[in-house]
């Protein structure tokens, strides 16, 4: 069991209002904590203080339990306990820890989190562009060292014992690094967590997304991810046969958006020949990258880190071998932020997109108003296969 903490008992003195029922993005900053740690299977439990009572009814509504902190004037370290205890006495194999003005925390950062540190055994948290985040990842190893420590800098004088070994997980979101001590970065807050409005933007379009042909072979199944393949024979033909069949669609397009990787880029060469859009390659189109593992063969890949293998098997969305990997989340929000892009600087009624596997599938679930655990198991596009939403 996995415990999830959020520290609600403070005075919130700086931000000059109780911060637990503060409105994020059309919930409360409770609300929202609880539901994050909640996403990634956590048991929540909300740490209270101050003005308790006015908690009450949202923690009810929530089905959260309370822990009330009666030392909480003493800081919030006391609340960090508050918390420890509970779950240490529950046999937890950790805790999430989670302070309630951390409100605009991605649920992928949890999930992606749990999936990537969460059997290492460590302290682990996300980073956003080097700088430490939340939530804290607690390990049941050191639940009792904490509830010991009596050492300066509370919590974080008991992590710094084990600086060295902190797992510190490069993430895409700015909302890990967010919080709300002032009206100031509240406001910041709310401005990120506010609708980036990709729904009205590509409402009444239309939108072809193709995914390359079928690659040259390899002596076992490989990896594929951003390993350069060349389009075989019959990738080619499908290729081709793909503009025959898009030029029959008559499209109102302005242009021909293409992953840059060579069997996409080859493969938009081939439809255009059809079609005669000016062809433009974006990034954010490419194909997962797997970091150490692509391009090789999966069986080798098994047999040299077999843990990391399963690891990913169990939670195949979420988890990132290493530094030069992504998880699927990570994808979809590259992939969101370049269709965003696209939407505001296009206004084309159609929009063609040629890409990977995966990267139809984030957008098959961002373009039906879902996300890529959604989409995984529902868009299943073979090499050469056009899938179309009408938005």
């Not at 042909?213 to 389009?231: C, F, N, P, V, W």
């Not at 990132?320 to 206004?347: H, K, N």
């Given at each position: 069991?996995?415990?999830g ?12 209002d ?11 900053a ?6 994050t ?38 800081g ?17 194999e950790?805790?999430l820890?989670l302070?309630?003005?951390?409100a ?53 004088g008991?992590?710094?014992l ?7 997980l ?10 709300m ?6 406001a910041?807050?709310c ?5 980036d ?6 409402k ?30 019959l990738?080619?033909e ?9 030029a ?12 840059p ?10 439809v255009?020949?059809a079609?005669?859009l ?22 080798d ?8 293998y399963?690891r990913?098997g169990?939670?195949l ?6 530094e030069g990997?992504e ?26 997109i040629?890409?990977?596997?995966g ?13 890529i655990?959604?989409?995984?198991d ?14």
């Amino acid at each position: 069991m996995i415990g999830g903490i959020v520290l609600a008992a403070g005075y919130s003195s700086r931000m000059g209002d109780f911060k637990p029922l503060l409105p994020v993005g059309g919930a409360t900053a409770l609300e929202r904590c609880a539901e994050t740690l909640r996403a990634a299977g956590a048991d929540v439990a909300v740490v209270t203080g101050h003005r308790r009572e006015e908690l009450a009814g949202p923690m009810k509504a929530l089905g959260a339990a309370e822990l009330y902190n009666p030392d909480y004037d003493q800081g919030m370290f006391t609340s960090v306990l508050t918390g420890l205890r509970h779950f240490a006495a529950l046999g937890a194999e950790g805790v999430l820890l989670l302070p309630c003005d951390c409100a605009a925390v991605p649920r992928e950062a949890v999930l992606q989190l749990i999936a990537c540190a969460g059997d290492k055994g460590e302290y682990a948290l996300p980073t956003f562009e080097g700088k430490k985040g939340h939530p804290l990842w607690i390990p049941a190893q050191y639940f009792q060292e904490i509830l010991n420590y009596t050492g300066p800098g509370g919590l974080k004088g008991a992590r710094l014992l084990h600086e060295d070994t902190l797992l510190r997980l490069p993430m895409p979101w700015k909302g890990t690094v967010l919080d709300m001590d002032t009206p100031e970065d509240y406001a910041a807050l709310c401005a990120y967590a506010a609708e980036d409005g990709l729904a009205a933007l590509a409402k009444g379009r239309r939108f072809y997304l193709l995914r390359h042909g079928d690659t040259e072979k390899h002596s076992g199944k490989i990896i594929m991810g951003r390993y350069d393949a060349h389009l075989s024979d019959l990738g080619r033909e499908q290729m081709r046969r793909a503009g025959e069949t898009l030029a029959g669609y008559f499209l109102r397009a302005e242009a021909l958006y293409t992953s840059p990787l060579r069997r996409a880029r080859d493969s938009a060469g081939l439809v255009n020949a059809a079609l005669g859009l000016p062809l433009r390659e974006e990034e954010g189109f490419s194909e997962i990258s797997l970091g150490a593992w692509d391009g090789r063969l999966i069986e080798d890949v098994k047999r040299q880190w077999p843990a990391e293998y399963a690891r990913r098997g169990e939670y195949l969305t979420s988890y990132r071998f290493d530094e030069g990997s992504e998880s699927f989340y990570m994808v979809q929000y590259r992939v969101r932020q370049t269709l965003l892009r696209i939407l505001r600087e296009d206004p084309s009624p159609d929009l063609l997109i040629l890409s990977h596997a995966g990267v139809v599938k984030c957008l098959y679930g961002l373009l039906r108003g879902k996300d890529i655990d959604w989409a995984f198991d529902r868009c299943r596009p073979e090499k050469g296969e056009l899938t179309i939403v009408e938005t």
